[in-house]
């Protein structure tokens, strides 16, 4: 009697087990059955952010619970800040809306720029498609085609900006701590629009990354009517073994950890994909799955060869620790690069 008392327990106790294990998954299956994901982009399209997320979306509901449609909105503009703002205040934390931005905003934030009306803190980090190989190219035209060159320049070389993010940022930190001379022309809604002005004659070029650069300029690149002649890395990338690092350039230790922690270190969580803080955790959990998933989806892997985007993931669990690591640097430091990074 008693050993038939133990078996109605423990099978009372697995179907327990197993019930609450299940319900979580088929709550939200009901949750997402037809409805809609947005992932708003802070940028303009054709731009490397833009370009990432359209091959995400085509990818990512294949991996979610009832196999939502995911749509992309590009809401462009401030240095990607409205459409950062908008995720943080506005958008409903019900797990239907992600926001793509340039994480560069997290050191912006930790600076003190005016503008920022969220907490990096306080997203839900999902992830992100890879860490950004930073690269500064020039169309041939503008006669920089090399280091050298752009150091031997006599008038400064005008870069694109885009008012505040990794254009900006690469080329006032590259301005002071080696030297180069460069005029940075901000405004811009995007890398897109930086690649056409270049091409028009109105910029040199622009500091962004290698493989924004290489899926959205591949055409000049190819050519070489467009040249990669500086890289913002810690060592060479097997693409471009022969361009030289820009932290080989730096005369000092405080130009060297500035080169580091201002734009080389950033890199790291520089496309992060999040939801809005107070997002149920079970959906972040799900969305987090799910990115991952896509990132590991042949089908998602050959359409980002075919688009020339490079994929090495960082996950939100990563994504989330780094940027908690950032608002922990030194007071002296954070005053160095708020001196370096605020100036026009």
């Not at 926001?99 to 720029?113: A, E, N, Y």
Request: charged share 20%; with cysteine.
């Amino acid at each position: 009697m008693e050993k038939r008392l133990a078996y109605i327990m423990a099978a009372i106790g697995i179907t327990f087990t197993l019930r609450t294990a299940v319900t979580p998954a088929f709550a939200q299956e009901a949750f997402y059955k037809g409805k809609n994901i947005r992932i708003v982009v802070a940028t303009s399209a054709g731009g490397g952010f833009d370009t990432y997320t359209r091959a995400i979306a085509r990818h990512m509901g294949r991996h979610i619970p009832a196999n939502p449609t995911v749509i992309v909105e590009n809401m462009p503009g401030a240095g990607h800040l409205i459409g950062a703002n908008h995720v943080y205040k506005l958008a409903k934390p019900d797990g239907l809306t992600i926001g793509h931005f340039q994480g560069g905003l997290f050191l912006h934030q930790l600076l003190g720029r005016p503008g920022m009306e969220f907490d990096a803190r306080k997203f839900e980090f999902i992830g992100a498609p890879v860490k950004d190989n930073r690269a500064c190219a020039f169309t041939k035209a503008s006669g920089i085609t090399s280091m050298e060159k752009w150091i031997a320049s006599k008038t400064p070389v005008k870069l694109g900006g885009i008012g505040g993010g990794a254009p900006d940022d690469i080329a006032r930190m590259l301005r002071v701590t080696i030297g180069l001379p460069i005029q940075l022309v901000a405004g811009y809604k995007g890398t897109a629009e930086i690649r056409l002005a270049a091409e028009s004659g109105e910029l040199a070029g622009g500091c962004w990354t290698w493989d924004s650069i290489r899926a959205t300029w591949s055409k000049a690149i190819e050519s070489g009517d467009a040249v990669v002649v500086l890289l913002i890395l810690s060592k060479a990338h097997p693409e471009l073994p022969n361009v030289p690092l820009a932290i080989n350039y730096a005369k000092t230790e405080e130009a060297r950890q500035l080169i580091q922690v201002g734009i080389q270190d950033p890199s790291a969580y520089y496309r992060p994909y999040v939801l809005p803080p107070a997002t149920p955790k079970e959906r972040v959990q799900i969305l987090r799955k799910a990115f991952q998933d896509t990132m590991r989806d042949s089908e998602f892997l050959s359409d980002a060869k075919k688009s020339k985007l490079d994929v090495e993931p960082v996950s939100g669990e990563e994504m989330e620790r780094t940027v908690a690591e950032l608002f922990k640097l030194s007071p002296s430091l954070v005053a160095k690069l708020k001196e370096i990074l605020a100036a026009k």
